[in-house]
C-alpha cells in the first residue's frame, strides 16, 4: 500500500506563488509516474502535471509557463511550483502516483491519491 500525503496549499493573491508538496510512502515502485491533478467546486477533476521515472514531465496547457513539475527519487517526492496564480487556479489539488508510465495525463489510470490540499486564489 502506497501512502500520498500533500503540504503547502494556502490563500494567495492573485499573481503570488505556492509550491506543493507530496511524500509517499508504503510500498513504492521502482518505476513510476507522479501526478498532480484538481478538482474546482461544481467541475471535474482535470489533469495539471505529471512526472515519470524518466523525469519526463507532462503539463496541461493552462498551466504550461506557471507552473513546474518536479520530483525527488531519494525522498519519493514530488513537487509542484507554481507561480503567476489566477483566481482560476482556485481547486483542491492531489497528488497520485501509478506504476507505469503511459497515459500520465490520465487520472482513471492512476492507482493511489492523496487526500489533497486546498488552494485558494484571491483576486
Known amino acids: 500500500q502506497v501512502q500520498l500525503v500533500e503540504s503547502g496549499g494556502g490563500l494567495v493573491q492573485a499573481g503570488g506563488s505556492l509550491r506543493l508538496s507530496c511524500v509517499a510512502s508504503?510500498?513504492?515502485?521502482?518505476?513510476?509516474?507522479m501526478g498532480w491533478f484538481r478538482q474546482a467546486p461544481g467541475k471535474e477533476r482535470e489533469f495539471v502535471a505529471a512526472?515519470?521515472?524518466?523525469?519526463?514531465?507532462y503539463y496541461a496547457d493552462f498551466v504550461k509557463g506557471r507552473f513546474t513539475i518536479s520530483k525527488d527519487n531519494g525522498n519519493d517526492a514530488v513537487y509542484l511550483e507554481m507561480n503567476s496564480l489566477k483566481p482560476e487556479d482556485t481547486a483542491v489539488y492531489y497528488c497520485?502516483?501509478?506504476?507505469?508510465?503511459?497515459?500520465?495525463?490520465?487520472?482513471?489510470?492512476?492507482?493511489?491519491w492523496g487526500q489533497g490540499t486546498q488552494v485558494t486564489v484571491s483576486s
Open positions: 508504503g510500498r513504492t515502485f521502482s518505476s513510476y509516474t
Open positions: 512526472i515519470r521515472w524518466s523525469h519526463t514531465t
Open positions: 497520485a502516483t501509478k506504476s507505469t508510465g503511459l497515459l500520465a495525463t490520465q487520472g482513471t489510470t492512476y492507482d493511489y
